[in-house]
């Protein structure tokens, strides 16, 4: 049986690195399947580097950013999407002036996300 998850979710979460996220759906929110995370970055804002055991797929909504993975460096404008194959070490960040908002969509409902520096976990 499906269902909606009602509007606002938990209060969006607000990390030092100039982006804030939100998740839309997960595990948490009552998925057994699927996550959704969606993620506004001031400009400069940035992920750091980082990985999943599982796919993720970056949907750019809006303003231009930069996708890092293996160390090369892809163009992320807004309408864009990126797919990350799992265990691939990668890491956003908006080159763009203005706000950049994205997705990132995970085919689990309690994605992990595996840091490549332990003081860079957001």
Same mark, same amino acid.
């Given at each position: 049986?499906?269902?909606?998850?009602? +509007?606002?979710?938990? /209060?969006?979460?607000?990390?030092?690195?100039?982006?804030?996220?939100?998740?839309? +759906?997960?595990?948490? *929110?009552?998925?057994?399947?699927? +996550?959704?995370? /969606?993620?506004?970055?001031? /400009?400069?804002?940035?992920?750091?580097?980082?990985?999943?055991?599982? /796919?993720? *797929?970056?949907?750019?909504?809006?303003?231009?950013?930069?996708?890092?993975?293996?160390?090369?460096?892809?163009?992320?404008? +807004?309408?864009?999407?990126?797919?990350?194959?799992?265990?691939?070490?990668?890491?956003?960040?908006?080159?763009?002036?203005?706000?950049?908002?994205?997705?990132?969509?995970?085919?689990?409902?309690?994605?992990?996300?595996?840091?490549?520096?332990?003081?860079?976990?957001?």
């Amino acid at each position: 049986m499906g269902y909606i998850i009602p +509007a606002p979710t938990p /209060e969006p979460e607000k990390l030092n690195t100039g982006r804030t996220r939100q998740w839309l +759906a997960n595990q948490e *929110l009552g998925t057994t399947g699927t +996550a959704l995370l /969606e993620n506004y970055f001031e /400009e400069g804002g940035y992920v750091p580097p980082h990985c999943h055991r599982t /796919e993720e *797929l970056l949907v750019c909504l809006e303003g231009h950013g930069q996708v890092m993975m293996n160390q090369q460096q892809y163009d992320f404008p +807004a309408g864009s999407v990126a797919v990350i194959p799992p265990m691939t070490v990668h890491e956003v960040r908006n080159s763009g002036n203005g706000r950049m908002r994205m997705l990132a969509f995970f085919p689990e409902a309690s994605p992990e996300t595996i840091w490549m520096n332990d003081e860079n976990r957001q």
